[in-house]
């Protein structure tokens, strides 16, 4: 099976415009307190330098890096393959993801930062699959909503390649 770029479904200029707006909801929801964000490695890259530039907040960042995936499918088994590096005891945490599909992984994460007495615990994630759910996680800041669509480009991958693409666009299979 061979994957190429189909259709551009958001822009660079779309997304950074986005990423602008959820910054501003965080900075004023946080205000007068600290952030924590945590990017899910590596899908989360480059929406979460977006995000991060437009936060006027004291932040600290980190990286996780949990799996789910193999190609185009979940396999339901979550596992950290690299863990967050500082202490997020009493800590804001956000979690800045790529894309929210089945669920699984947020699900997962939500609980583990709570269980390592983070103050608290949401979610901004660059693209939400509602139609896709099976855990009950709903972001908190979400930059769009896409229809049930493999999604490549701007940090999202098709078996790691297709990351670099500066916009996001659907995998055409061939
Ligand atoms: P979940 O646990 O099913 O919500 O899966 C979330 C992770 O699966 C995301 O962080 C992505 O890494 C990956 N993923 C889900 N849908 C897509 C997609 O359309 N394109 C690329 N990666 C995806
Ligand atoms: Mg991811």
Same mark, same amino acid.
Do not use: E, V
């Given at each position: 099976m061979e994957v190429t770029v189909g259709?551009? @479904?958001?822009?660079e200029e779309q997304i950074r415009a986005r990423a602008k707006e959820l910054a501003a909801e965080i900075c004023e929801d946080y205000k007068g307190e600290s952030l924590y964000l945590v990017g899910t490695l590596r899908g989360a890259l480059v929406w979460m330098a977006d995000i991060m530039k437009e936060i006027t907040l004291e932040t600290e960042i980190d990286f996780i890096v949990a799996s789910s995936y193999q190609g185009m499918d979940t396999t339901g088994v979550v596992t950290i393959k690299k863990d967050i590096e500082g202490d997020v005891s009493g800590k804001n945490v956000i979690i800045i993801e790529d894309i929210v599909d089945t669920g699984t992984t947020l699900y997962k994460l939500l609980d583990y930062f709570k269980g390592k007495g983070a103050k608290s615990v949401e979610i901004c994630s660059m @693209?939400? !699959?509602?139609?896709?759910? !099976?855990?009950p996680v709903s972001p908190k800041y979400n930059g769009f909503e896409i229809d049930d669509l493999f999604v490549i480009g701007y940090g999202l991958d098709y078996n790691q390649k297709f990351?670099?693409?500066p916009f996001v666009g659907v995998a055409e299979l061939r």
């Open positions: 259709r551009i @479904l958001f822009t @693209l939400n !699959k509602p139609s896709r759910r !099976k855990a990351r670099n693409l």
